[in-house]
């Protein structure tokens, strides 16, 4: 048998050329595949995968498994996870780069968070650094109600949204721009790059987030405030399924198992707003130990997080001291609504409102200012910091649950809503027994007391009348479409439930409607203030004018599109009924424009004017 023929030289060449042709393939399926298993959609925590678990029998997950959930996703916010479970940011103390929180909001704006330890900082407006070199101003919210902490808000420079993703949290410097050296700006490029390799990412709104807490009942329990896990309307999470975890702020992962304190089962779950029980006293007596709270949906990872859990206050004596409870206090949520305030508190302070509660979504005009004069006054207002988009129910949930014990009922009204009764239009000067006599003539068992809106026009105005709302808009649809509530606040159910417009209650309370009274909706305004709602609506479930969504229904304005574009003959629509009584009234009581003396009110001996 003779040999077989050796291949010849262009046969080998040809066979080398096919052997690293299969090795660069190899190659690059398996760069593909690493690249494909460690972007943010494959990830575990993707809507993919948390659909997948969704359809998987639920059960409980034993504490190991969850404290490991929260080491890996620390892990995971100081290296490569698109949303990081703690946004922390390097504040005035640079060595401590637990010092703040940032979240990313809608429209570029990024929200930062303070310790409630920072005492030593300096007051006032800030700026923010952020890594890649850009600044920007940033304004002062005050402190958040619950914890505390100090809240900034800053727009998120241009030049800083083209970074690659994830972005960066910027420190706060408590400097102005114009303090800046030369040195500074030269040396602020080539710091840029050792920057963002150290900041840590900033929280994005757009996604799941558990962003507040507070305790209640003395303690007891805590509302923990999370977007994300109940996200349509009427369709709320068993609290079953729900766990709350407390642990320290370690940035530490080789802490293990000493990180996470307290893991225990929800009690309610409704729209944004859970109810937890306390961690043990024990877990947070130090000032150093203070505590994240977040929740675990059951097969889930915990819930990215920037909510510090705040034990009450330590009662130092034993002496039992109670207030007695104001009847009526109003509750409300505004944003740059100064120049609306005064109207709204001087009426309805004299027809019986003892306290107003101003939720504040970010104001940027002088609402400080004008609470500061009415206070000045002698009207009980205060302002309460509440920079979360989009969450108007949460934050009534919130108010009813932490003025409680301040407020037997709760007017639940807008600054652009005013409660009238025809019957007072013989009064020649407004009394409190007029609201009063609302609720003091219901039943014990009745636990809200609705009012139909009656919605105002422009009524031929092209621009904010000087005289006021209840002055200058005279003509209004005929048709009541929605209602706002009285609430008394020991009956609403423990769920904390409502669609703004009312509370759900406890199984024992009940509903009334009025036959009385009715509130005065100054809702379509000179278009100049109309088109301000355009920014963002407050409801959480309610769809933004601009998103194109539901056209058609109740909650958009007749014949107005997706855009803030003044339609024809906006200043003569939704003027069906000629309606001057509360004109009438208001300038009988109170003057043309608020100027007479019952718009303003004589403390200490000195009279301070409405003007």
Not at 176 to 198: F, G, H, K
Not at 222 to 230: E, R, Y
Not at 258 to 280: E, K, M, N, Y
């Amino acid at each position: 048998m003779q040999p077989s023929p050796s291949p010849s030289p262009r046969r080998r060449a040809t066979a080398r050329a096919l052997l690293r042709l299969f090795f660069l393939v190899a190659l690059s399926l398996a760069a593909l595949l690493a690249f494909v298993t460690s972007t943010p959609s494959s990830s575990s925590s993707s809507p993919g995968r948390r659909a997948l678990r969704l359809v998987l029998p639920r059960r409980r997950q034993p504490l190991t498994t969850l404290l490991r959930a929260v080491r890996r996703d620390e892990h995971e916010a100081r290296t490569n996870s698109p949303v990081a479970p703690r946004a922390v940011g390097q504040g005035h103390r640079s060595s401590d780069s637990s010092d703040l929180d940032a979240v990313l909001l809608p429209d570029w704006e990024v929200l930062v968070l303070l310790r409630p330890d920072d005492d030593d900082l300096p007051s006032g407006n800030a700026t923010c650094a952020f890594p890649g070199g850009a600044r920007s101003p940033a304004r002062s919210l005050g402190r958040m109600p619950a914890s505390g902490r100090r809240a900034f808000t800053c727009a998120m420079p241009r030049p800083e949204r083209r970074h690659s993703r994830p972005f960066r949290a910027p420190r706060l410097v408590f400097a102005t721009l114009s303090s800046l050296t030369a040195d500074d700006e030269d040396a602020a490029p080539a710091a840029a790059a050792a920057a963002r390799s150290l900041t840590p990412e900033m929280m994005r709104w757009s996604g799941r987030l558990v962003y507040d807490s507070a305790a209640i009942d003395g303690g007891g329990n805590v509302l923990v405030f999370a977007k994300g896990v109940n996200p349509r309307q009427g369709v709320n999470r068993d609290a079953a399924d729900i766990r709350c975890i407390y642990y320290r702020r370690s940035t530490a992962a080789e802490n293990g198992d000493r990180d996470v304190v307290a893991s225990l089962p929800a009690t309610t779950s409704a729209q944004q707003v859970f109810q937890c029980p306390a961690p043990p006293p024990s877990t947070a007596t130090a000032a150093e130990a203070q505590l994240r709270v977040t929740l675990a949906v059951a097969g889930e990872d915990p819930i990215p997080s920037v909510a510090t859990y705040i034990p009450p206050p330590t009662r130092r004596d034993t002496t039992t001291t109670t207030t007695k409870k104001k009847l009526i206090c109003a509750c409300t949520m505004v944003r740059d609504v100064a120049k609306f305030l005064r109207e709204w508190v001087v009426y309805h302070a004299a027809v019986g409102v003892d306290r107003f509660y101003l939720y504040d979504n970010g104001s940027g005009d002088d609402l400080d200012g004008q609470v500061r004069q009415l206070s000045a006054e002698g009207f009980h207002v205060s302002t309460h910091s509440w920079p979360w988009p989009k969450t108007q129910e949460a934050g009534f949930s919130y108010a009813a649950a932490v003025h409680l014990d301040s407020c037997e009922w709760m007017a639940f009204v807008d600054v652009d809503e005013f409660i009238f009764s025809p019957d007072w239009d013989g009064s020649g000067k407004p009394t409190k027994s007029m609201l009063r006599s609302i609720v003091t003539a219901v039943e014990p068992d009745v636990g809200q007391v609705t009012l139909g809106c009656k919605d105002f026009g422009p009524s031929g105005q092209t621009k904010h009348p000087k005289e006021g709302v209840t002055q200058g808009y005279t003509c209004r649809r005929r048709a009541e479409e929605r209602h706002k509530s009285l609430v008394r606040l020991d009956s609403v159910a423990p769920s904390l439930m409502n669609s703004v417009h009312h509370f759900e209650l406890r199984p024992e309370f009940k509903w009334e409607r009025s036959r009385d009274a009715r509130v005065n909706h100054y809702k379509y305004q000179a278009w100049d203030e109309f088109k301000v709602k355009f920014r963002r609506r407050v409801s959480t479930y309610v769809a933004d004018w601009t998103d194109r969504v539901n056209h058609g229904s109740k909650d958009r304005t007749p014949g107005l599109g997706f855009e803030a574009v003044e339609p024809a003959r906006w200043p003569h629509k939704f003027c069906e009924v000629e309606d001057t009584l509360l004109r009438d009234v208001t300038r009988r009581w109170f003057g043309v424009g608020f100027t007479n003396k019952l718009a303003h009110r004589t403390v200490g001996g000195t009279t301070h004017s409405s003007s």
